[in-house]
Protein backbone atom coordinates (compact mmCIF):
# COMPACT_ATOMS: atom_id res chain seq x y z
CA UNK A 1 0.00 0.00 0.00
CA UNK A 2 1.19 3.12 -0.78
CA UNK A 3 0.43 6.84 1.03
CA UNK A 4 1.10 10.32 1.10
CA UNK A 5 1.68 12.66 4.05
CA UNK A 6 0.77 15.82 4.74
CA UNK A 7 2.72 18.85 4.40
CA UNK A 8 3.62 20.69 8.08
CA UNK A 9 5.50 23.94 6.88
CA UNK A 10 9.57 23.01 6.68
CA UNK A 11 8.34 19.13 7.18
CA UNK A 12 6.54 16.63 5.04
CA UNK A 13 6.37 14.13 7.93
CA UNK A 14 8.54 11.08 7.95
CA UNK A 15 7.90 10.36 4.58
CA UNK A 16 8.48 13.09 1.40
CA UNK A 17 5.53 12.65 -1.90
CA UNK A 18 6.41 15.16 -4.41
CA UNK A 19 5.68 15.38 -8.13
CA UNK A 20 7.34 15.65 -11.06
CA UNK A 21 10.72 17.94 -10.34
CA UNK A 22 11.50 20.60 -12.65
CA UNK A 23 14.54 19.69 -14.39
CA UNK A 24 14.32 16.35 -12.64
CA UNK A 25 13.11 12.87 -13.47
CA UNK A 26 9.77 12.54 -11.48
CA UNK A 27 8.98 11.19 -8.59
CA UNK A 28 6.85 8.49 -7.19
CA UNK A 29 4.55 8.35 -4.51
CA UNK A 30 6.54 7.47 -1.10
CA UNK A 31 6.36 3.94 0.08
CA UNK A 32 5.36 3.79 3.74
CA UNK A 33 8.67 4.07 6.12
CA UNK A 34 9.79 0.77 7.76
CA UNK A 35 9.83 2.29 10.80
CA UNK A 36 7.68 4.82 12.79
CA UNK A 37 10.35 6.86 14.57
CA UNK A 38 7.19 8.22 16.38
CA UNK A 39 5.62 5.05 17.98
CA UNK A 40 7.14 4.40 21.40
CA UNK A 41 7.60 0.54 20.57
CA UNK A 42 10.41 1.99 18.23
CA UNK A 43 12.37 2.61 21.42
CA UNK A 44 11.40 -0.61 23.39
CA UNK A 45 14.70 -2.51 22.71
CA UNK A 46 18.13 -2.01 21.46
CA UNK A 47 17.01 -4.10 18.38
CA UNK A 48 14.26 -1.92 17.34
CA UNK A 49 16.15 1.75 18.12
CA UNK A 50 19.37 -0.10 16.18
CA UNK A 51 16.57 -0.86 13.34
CA UNK A 52 14.85 2.51 13.28
CA UNK A 53 18.71 5.03 12.98
CA UNK A 54 19.91 2.31 10.14
CA UNK A 55 16.42 2.90 8.67
CA UNK A 56 16.81 6.81 8.69
CA UNK A 57 20.04 6.38 6.38
CA UNK A 58 18.31 4.98 3.56
CA UNK A 59 15.74 7.32 3.68
CA UNK A 60 18.55 10.26 3.61
CA UNK A 61 19.63 8.73 0.46
CA UNK A 62 17.02 6.83 -1.42
CA UNK A 63 14.38 8.89 0.06
CA UNK A 64 12.25 5.99 -1.36
CA UNK A 65 12.76 6.72 -4.72
CA UNK A 66 15.07 5.20 -7.13
CA UNK A 67 14.70 8.01 -9.80
CA UNK A 68 15.98 10.88 -8.05
CA UNK A 69 17.40 11.13 -4.40
CA UNK A 70 18.66 13.93 -1.39
CA UNK A 71 22.31 12.86 -1.80
CA UNK A 72 22.39 11.16 -5.52
CA UNK A 73 20.67 13.55 -7.64
CA UNK A 74 20.29 16.71 -5.45
CA UNK A 75 23.39 17.43 -3.69
CA UNK A 76 25.46 16.63 -6.02
CA UNK A 77 24.37 17.15 -9.48
CA UNK A 78 22.18 20.15 -9.23
CA UNK A 79 24.92 21.54 -7.43
CA UNK A 80 27.75 20.45 -9.58
CA UNK A 81 25.63 22.37 -12.50
CA UNK A 82 25.37 25.58 -10.46
CA UNK A 83 28.81 25.66 -10.50
CA UNK A 84 30.90 24.90 -13.13
CA UNK A 85 31.23 21.49 -13.43
CA UNK A 86 28.08 19.83 -15.45
CA UNK A 87 26.18 20.64 -18.27
CA UNK A 88 22.87 19.04 -19.77
CA UNK A 89 23.72 18.32 -23.61
CA UNK A 90 19.48 18.05 -23.81
CA UNK A 91 18.60 20.64 -21.95
CA UNK A 92 21.23 23.83 -22.25
CA UNK A 93 18.30 26.38 -20.66
CA UNK A 94 18.38 23.74 -17.22
CA UNK A 95 17.82 25.88 -14.24
CA UNK A 96 20.16 25.07 -12.21
CA UNK A 97 23.27 24.88 -14.81
CA UNK A 98 22.03 28.66 -15.80
CA UNK A 99 21.29 30.21 -12.16
CA UNK A 100 17.79 31.03 -13.12
CA UNK A 101 16.01 28.93 -10.43
CA UNK A 102 12.29 29.97 -9.36
CA UNK A 103 11.20 29.70 -5.94
CA UNK A 104 8.34 27.73 -7.27
CA UNK A 105 11.59 25.18 -8.60
CA UNK A 106 9.45 21.42 -7.47
CA UNK A 107 13.89 20.85 -6.95
CA UNK A 108 14.46 23.29 -4.71
CA UNK A 109 11.57 22.55 -2.69
CA UNK A 110 12.79 18.93 -2.71
CA UNK A 111 15.85 20.14 -1.36
CA UNK A 112 14.62 22.26 1.55
CA UNK A 113 11.69 19.50 2.28
CA UNK A 114 14.41 16.78 2.30
CA UNK A 115 16.48 18.46 4.52
CA UNK A 116 14.08 19.02 7.15
CA UNK A 117 12.00 15.57 6.63
CA UNK A 118 15.76 13.85 7.81
CA UNK A 119 15.99 16.87 10.44
CA UNK A 120 12.75 15.92 12.24
CA UNK A 121 13.57 11.99 11.76
CA UNK A 122 16.94 12.75 13.82
CA UNK A 123 15.09 15.05 16.41
CA UNK A 124 12.45 12.10 16.60
CA UNK A 125 15.27 9.78 17.79
CA UNK A 126 16.80 11.77 20.07
CA UNK A 127 13.84 12.76 21.57
CA UNK A 128 12.74 9.06 21.81
CA UNK A 129 16.11 7.87 23.54
CA UNK A 130 15.95 10.54 25.85
CA UNK A 131 12.79 8.67 27.19
CA UNK A 132 12.81 5.22 26.61
CA UNK A 133 13.97 3.10 29.58
CA UNK A 134 14.07 -0.13 28.05
CA UNK A 135 17.14 1.04 25.55
CA UNK A 136 21.06 0.26 26.98
CA UNK A 137 22.67 3.28 27.86
CA UNK A 138 25.57 2.12 25.27
CA UNK A 139 23.44 1.80 22.41
CA UNK A 140 21.96 5.22 23.67
CA UNK A 141 24.70 6.89 23.49
CA UNK A 142 25.60 5.33 19.88
CA UNK A 143 21.73 6.21 17.97
CA UNK A 144 22.06 9.89 19.61
CA UNK A 145 25.50 10.22 18.50
CA UNK A 146 24.45 9.36 15.05
CA UNK A 147 21.37 11.59 15.14
CA UNK A 148 23.01 14.35 16.26
CA UNK A 149 25.39 13.96 13.53
CA UNK A 150 22.95 13.73 10.93
CA UNK A 151 21.07 16.52 11.64
CA UNK A 152 24.59 18.23 11.57
CA UNK A 153 25.05 17.27 8.60
CA UNK A 154 21.49 18.26 6.79
CA UNK A 155 21.59 22.07 8.51
CA UNK A 156 25.11 22.29 6.88
CA UNK A 157 23.84 22.00 3.59
CA UNK A 158 21.01 24.22 4.27
CA UNK A 159 22.53 26.91 5.39
CA UNK A 160 25.11 26.74 2.60
CA UNK A 161 22.55 26.62 -0.01
CA UNK A 162 20.04 28.85 1.53
CA UNK A 163 21.83 30.90 3.88
CA UNK A 164 20.12 31.87 6.87
CA UNK A 165 17.66 29.15 7.44
CA UNK A 166 15.42 27.82 10.85
CA UNK A 167 16.96 25.95 13.27
CA UNK A 168 15.06 23.10 14.02
CA UNK A 169 15.61 20.63 17.00
CA UNK A 170 12.78 19.18 18.25
CA UNK A 171 9.41 17.45 16.57
CA UNK A 172 7.05 19.96 17.95
CA UNK A 173 5.24 21.09 14.67
CA UNK A 174 3.59 23.83 16.47
CA UNK A 175 6.56 25.27 17.07
CA UNK A 176 8.98 24.35 14.01
CA UNK A 177 6.18 25.88 11.08
CA UNK A 178 6.18 29.23 12.92
CA UNK A 179 10.15 29.28 12.87
CA UNK A 180 12.10 32.16 11.68
CA UNK A 181 15.56 31.97 10.10
CA UNK A 182 17.82 31.54 11.85
CA UNK A 183 21.62 33.24 11.12
CA UNK A 184 24.15 31.44 9.77
CA UNK A 185 26.37 31.77 12.92
CA UNK A 186 23.70 30.52 14.86
CA UNK A 187 23.25 27.52 12.51
CA UNK A 188 26.76 26.93 12.84
CA UNK A 189 27.16 27.13 16.70
CA UNK A 190 24.44 24.45 16.63
CA UNK A 191 26.33 22.57 14.05
CA UNK A 192 29.28 22.39 16.20
CA UNK A 193 27.51 21.28 19.26
CA UNK A 194 26.07 18.61 17.90
CA UNK A 195 29.19 17.04 16.08
CA UNK A 196 31.01 17.39 19.47
CA UNK A 197 28.91 16.60 21.38
CA UNK A 198 28.25 13.59 18.83
CA UNK A 199 32.11 12.94 18.42
CA UNK A 200 31.95 11.84 22.65
CA UNK A 201 29.62 9.49 22.22
CA UNK A 202 30.03 7.82 18.83
CA UNK A 203 31.91 4.29 18.56
CA UNK A 204 35.59 4.07 17.48
CA UNK A 205 34.98 1.80 14.72
CA UNK A 206 32.30 0.51 12.34
CA UNK A 207 30.99 -2.34 14.66
CA UNK A 208 27.38 -1.06 14.34
CA UNK A 209 27.52 -0.79 10.43
CA UNK A 210 28.74 -4.51 10.41
CA UNK A 211 32.10 -3.25 10.06
CA UNK A 212 31.18 -1.39 6.78
CA UNK A 213 31.75 2.23 6.58
CA UNK A 214 27.87 3.27 6.26
CA UNK A 215 27.38 4.84 9.30
CA UNK A 216 28.60 7.60 11.62
CA UNK A 217 30.97 6.59 14.38
CA UNK A 218 34.01 8.96 16.21
CA UNK A 219 35.78 9.81 13.40
CA UNK A 220 32.76 10.49 10.83
CA UNK A 221 32.34 13.43 12.86
CA UNK A 222 35.43 14.64 13.32
CA UNK A 223 36.05 14.63 9.53
CA UNK A 224 32.78 16.19 8.97
CA UNK A 225 33.63 18.90 12.07
CA UNK A 226 37.37 19.43 10.66
CA UNK A 227 34.89 20.88 6.95
CA UNK A 228 33.08 23.05 9.73
CA UNK A 229 36.04 23.96 11.40
CA UNK A 230 37.58 24.98 7.89
CA UNK A 231 33.99 26.68 6.38
CA UNK A 232 33.70 28.86 9.85
CA UNK A 233 37.84 30.05 9.83
CA UNK A 234 38.86 27.99 12.63
CA UNK A 235 41.66 27.12 11.39
CA UNK A 236 43.25 25.48 14.32
CA UNK A 237 40.41 23.18 14.87
CA UNK A 238 40.60 22.14 11.47
CA UNK A 239 43.60 21.34 11.22
CA UNK A 240 43.30 19.39 14.54
CA UNK A 241 40.07 17.47 13.18
CA UNK A 242 41.76 16.70 10.24
CA UNK A 243 44.89 14.84 11.38
CA UNK A 244 43.02 13.16 14.23
CA UNK A 245 41.61 11.22 10.91
CA UNK A 246 44.58 10.75 9.06
CA UNK A 247 46.48 9.59 11.59
CA UNK A 248 44.27 7.10 11.98
CA UNK A 249 45.77 5.10 9.57
CA UNK A 250 44.74 1.11 10.93
CA UNK A 251 41.20 2.54 9.29
CA UNK A 252 41.76 5.13 6.80
CA UNK A 253 44.23 5.55 3.73
CA UNK A 254 44.87 6.95 0.13
CA UNK A 255 44.85 3.56 -2.09
CA UNK A 256 47.19 4.49 -5.19
CA UNK A 257 44.76 2.66 -7.41
CA UNK A 258 42.30 5.27 -8.07
CA UNK A 259 39.86 3.36 -9.41
CA UNK A 260 39.42 1.39 -5.84
CA UNK A 261 38.77 4.26 -4.28
CA UNK A 262 34.52 4.35 -4.89
CA UNK A 263 34.45 1.33 -3.86
CA UNK A 264 32.47 -0.45 -0.70
CA UNK A 265 34.35 -0.55 2.27
CA UNK A 266 37.32 1.28 0.17
CA UNK A 267 40.37 2.66 2.67
CA UNK A 268 39.85 5.67 1.80
CA UNK A 269 36.00 5.91 2.85
CA UNK A 270 34.81 7.54 6.28
CA UNK A 271 31.51 7.63 5.34
CA UNK A 272 29.69 5.99 2.82
CA UNK A 273 25.88 5.20 1.81
CA UNK A 274 25.07 1.75 0.77
CA UNK A 275 24.52 0.79 -2.63
CA UNK A 276 21.41 1.03 -4.41
CA UNK A 277 18.76 -2.07 -3.10
CA UNK A 278 22.03 -3.57 -2.25
CA UNK A 279 23.34 -4.36 -6.04
CA UNK A 280 26.43 -2.93 -6.25
CA UNK A 281 25.41 0.55 -7.71
CA UNK A 282 24.98 3.58 -6.88
CA UNK A 283 22.23 6.64 -7.66
CA UNK A 284 25.02 8.87 -8.58
CA UNK A 285 26.03 6.30 -11.08
CA UNK A 286 23.00 5.67 -12.39
CA UNK A 287 22.43 8.81 -13.21
CA UNK A 288 25.52 10.10 -14.47
CA UNK A 289 26.32 6.96 -16.59
CA UNK A 290 24.62 6.70 -19.94
CA UNK A 291 22.32 4.27 -20.97
CA UNK A 292 24.11 3.35 -23.87
CA UNK A 293 26.99 5.54 -25.67
CA UNK A 294 25.92 5.82 -28.91
CA UNK A 295 23.54 8.90 -27.67
CA UNK A 296 24.22 11.75 -25.60
CA UNK A 297 24.58 11.19 -22.09
CA UNK A 298 22.38 12.93 -19.47
CA UNK A 299 24.85 15.00 -17.92
CA UNK A 300 28.76 15.88 -19.58
CA UNK A 301 31.38 17.73 -17.78
CA UNK A 302 31.88 21.38 -19.21
CA UNK A 303 35.36 22.49 -20.56
CA UNK A 304 36.05 24.25 -17.67
CA UNK A 305 35.73 21.27 -15.58
CA UNK A 306 38.17 19.50 -18.14
CA UNK A 307 40.76 21.75 -18.16
CA UNK A 308 41.07 21.92 -14.45
CA UNK A 309 43.13 18.82 -14.64
CA UNK A 310 46.78 18.97 -15.98
CA UNK A 311 48.51 16.84 -18.22
CA UNK A 312 49.43 13.68 -16.58
CA UNK A 313 46.77 13.83 -13.91
CA UNK A 314 45.87 10.28 -13.62
CA UNK A 315 42.11 11.55 -12.05
CA UNK A 316 41.15 12.35 -15.38
CA UNK A 317 42.63 8.78 -16.82
CA UNK A 318 40.81 6.98 -14.23
CA UNK A 319 37.92 9.39 -12.72
CA UNK A 320 36.44 10.62 -16.61
CA UNK A 321 35.41 9.05 -19.83
CA UNK A 322 35.23 10.37 -23.21
CA UNK A 323 32.70 8.99 -26.32
CA UNK A 324 31.59 10.64 -29.26
CA UNK A 325 27.60 10.25 -30.06
CA UNK A 326 26.53 10.93 -33.41
CA UNK A 327 29.24 13.49 -34.15
CA UNK A 328 29.65 15.19 -30.96
CA UNK A 329 32.27 14.47 -28.39
CA UNK A 330 31.25 14.22 -24.04
CA UNK A 331 33.30 14.05 -21.17
CA UNK A 332 31.39 12.36 -18.60
CA UNK A 333 32.27 11.69 -14.94
CA UNK A 334 33.27 7.88 -14.21
CA UNK A 335 34.38 8.18 -10.60
CA UNK A 336 31.45 5.36 -10.32
CA UNK A 337 31.45 2.66 -13.22
CA UNK A 338 28.65 0.82 -12.30
CA UNK A 339 25.31 2.11 -14.00
CA UNK A 340 23.24 -0.76 -13.04
CA UNK A 341 23.58 -3.78 -11.14
CA UNK A 342 27.58 -4.83 -10.88
CA UNK A 343 28.65 -7.81 -12.16
CA UNK A 344 30.91 -9.81 -10.74
CA UNK A 345 33.17 -8.33 -7.64
CA UNK A 346 33.87 -5.23 -6.10
CA UNK A 347 30.29 -3.26 -5.52
CA UNK A 348 30.19 0.50 -5.07
CA UNK A 349 29.17 2.47 -2.47
CA UNK A 350 28.33 6.36 -2.55
CA UNK A 351 31.32 8.15 -1.10
CA UNK A 352 29.80 10.97 1.13
CA UNK A 353 33.52 11.22 3.32
CA UNK A 354 36.68 10.18 1.98
CA UNK A 355 40.27 10.70 3.66
CA UNK A 356 41.67 13.06 -0.02
CA UNK A 357 39.22 15.97 1.51
CA UNK A 358 40.85 15.55 5.29
CA UNK A 359 44.53 15.92 3.62
CA UNK A 360 42.87 18.96 1.63
CA UNK A 361 40.86 20.51 4.42
CA UNK A 362 44.42 20.57 6.54
CA UNK A 363 46.75 21.79 3.48
CA UNK A 364 44.21 24.97 3.50
CA UNK A 365 43.80 25.32 7.20
CA UNK A 366 47.84 25.13 7.24
CA UNK A 367 48.19 28.30 5.21
CA UNK A 368 45.77 30.25 7.11
CA UNK A 369 48.30 29.29 9.73
CA UNK A 370 51.11 29.92 8.24
CA UNK A 371 52.70 26.48 8.23
CA UNK A 372 53.14 26.80 4.44
CA UNK A 373 55.67 23.17 4.29
CA UNK A 374 53.21 21.58 6.43
CA UNK A 375 50.44 22.38 3.90
CA UNK A 376 52.76 21.55 0.94
CA UNK A 377 52.81 18.04 2.12
CA UNK A 378 49.59 17.56 2.30
CA UNK A 379 48.71 18.85 -1.19
CA UNK A 380 52.05 17.16 -2.89
CA UNK A 381 49.97 13.63 -0.93
CA UNK A 382 47.19 14.54 -3.34
CA UNK A 383 49.33 15.02 -6.22
CA UNK A 384 51.38 11.97 -5.91
CA UNK A 385 48.32 9.64 -6.07
CA UNK A 386 47.10 11.23 -8.87
CA UNK A 387 50.99 11.03 -10.32
CA UNK A 388 51.62 14.71 -10.64
CA UNK A 389 54.40 16.16 -9.21
CA UNK A 390 55.10 18.44 -6.33
CA UNK A 391 53.32 21.84 -6.09
CA UNK A 392 55.24 24.70 -7.68
CA UNK A 393 53.41 27.13 -5.19
CA UNK A 394 55.67 28.64 -2.37
CA UNK A 395 53.69 31.49 -0.70
CA UNK A 396 50.42 31.96 1.03
CA UNK A 397 48.37 33.12 -2.09
CA UNK A 398 49.80 30.81 -4.59
CA UNK A 399 49.29 28.07 -1.90
CA UNK A 400 45.63 29.03 -1.24
CA UNK A 401 45.33 28.48 -5.30
CA UNK A 402 47.04 25.29 -4.85
CA UNK A 403 44.43 23.98 -2.67
CA UNK A 404 41.22 25.44 -4.43
CA UNK A 405 42.75 23.45 -7.33
CA UNK A 406 43.38 20.02 -6.25
CA UNK A 407 39.79 20.47 -4.63
CA UNK A 408 38.40 21.20 -8.48
CA UNK A 409 40.34 18.38 -9.60
CA UNK A 410 40.35 15.62 -6.86
CA UNK A 411 36.33 16.43 -5.30
CA UNK A 412 34.71 17.36 -8.60
CA UNK A 413 30.64 15.87 -8.74
CA UNK A 414 30.43 14.95 -5.04
CA UNK A 415 28.21 16.18 -2.82
CA UNK A 416 28.49 19.70 -3.54
CA UNK A 417 32.40 20.86 -3.03
CA UNK A 418 32.87 23.03 -5.81
CA UNK A 419 30.00 24.91 -5.50
CA UNK A 420 30.27 25.41 -1.99
CA UNK A 421 34.12 26.18 -2.23
CA UNK A 422 33.29 28.80 -4.94
CA UNK A 423 31.06 30.70 -2.43
CA UNK A 424 33.00 30.85 1.22
CA UNK A 425 36.32 31.65 -0.61
CA UNK A 426 34.61 34.56 -1.83
CA UNK A 427 35.41 33.71 -5.73
CA UNK A 428 32.32 32.70 -7.22
CA UNK A 429 31.72 36.01 -8.91
CA UNK A 430 35.00 36.46 -11.07
CA UNK A 431 35.06 32.19 -11.49
CA UNK A 432 31.38 31.95 -12.83
CA UNK A 433 30.63 35.89 -14.42
CA UNK A 434 33.56 34.67 -16.63
CA UNK A 435 32.08 31.27 -17.59
CA UNK A 436 28.43 32.20 -17.22
CA UNK A 437 27.79 35.56 -18.62
CA UNK A 438 23.92 35.82 -17.07
CA UNK A 439 25.77 35.22 -13.73
CA UNK A 440 24.42 37.28 -11.05
CA UNK A 441 25.76 37.44 -7.55
CA UNK A 442 22.54 37.01 -5.45
CA UNK A 443 22.21 33.51 -7.80
CA UNK A 444 24.76 32.24 -5.02
CA UNK A 445 21.82 31.13 -2.77
CA UNK A 446 19.13 29.74 -3.93
CA UNK A 447 15.27 30.57 -3.43
CA UNK A 448 13.32 29.76 -0.42
CA UNK A 449 10.77 27.67 -2.04
CA UNK A 450 7.26 29.37 -2.41
CA UNK A 451 5.29 26.74 -0.20
CA UNK A 452 7.44 27.59 2.59
CA UNK A 453 6.99 31.13 1.94
CA UNK A 454 3.27 30.32 1.98
CA UNK A 455 3.08 27.84 5.28
CA UNK A 456 5.44 29.74 7.54
CA UNK A 457 5.05 33.89 7.57
CA UNK A 458 7.77 33.82 9.70
CA UNK A 459 10.02 32.96 6.27
CA UNK A 460 11.01 35.26 3.94
CA UNK A 461 12.98 35.43 0.41
CA UNK A 462 16.48 35.43 -0.08
CA UNK A 463 17.36 39.01 -1.97
CA UNK A 464 17.07 38.35 -6.10
CA UNK A 465 14.17 36.52 -6.11
Known sequence: MKVKFKLFGIYTG???????????????????????????????????????VAGMYSYMYQLNNASSTYGGYHLTICTALSADELYRPALPADPFYTNNLSPASLDVARIWASSYGIIYNAN??????????????????????????????????????????????????????????????????QIIADLEQAKSTLATNYSFSGNERVRANKWVASAFLARVYLYTGDWANAEAQATAVINNSSLYSLPANLNSVFLKSSNEAIWQFLSYTGSGYTIAGSQLLPASYTVAPAYALTSFQQNAFETGDQRKIAWTNSYTASGQAYVIPFKYKQRTNASGTGG??????RL??????????????????????????????????????????????????????????????????????????????AE??????????????????????????????
Request: proline share 4%.
Open 14 to 52: IVLSLGAMTGCRKFVTAEPPKTQLLSTGVFSSDATANSA
Open 124 to 189: AVLEGLQTSTSVSASMKAQLAGEALFIRAFCHFYLVNLFGDVPLVTTTNVKQSIVVGRSSKDSVYK
Open 348 to 353: EYDMVL
Open 356 to 433: AEQYLIRAEARVQLNNLSGSKEDINAIRARAGLPGTSANDRASMLLAVDHERQAELFTEWGHRWLDLKRTGRINTVLS
Open 436 to 465: KPAWVASKALFPIPTTELANNPALSQNAGY
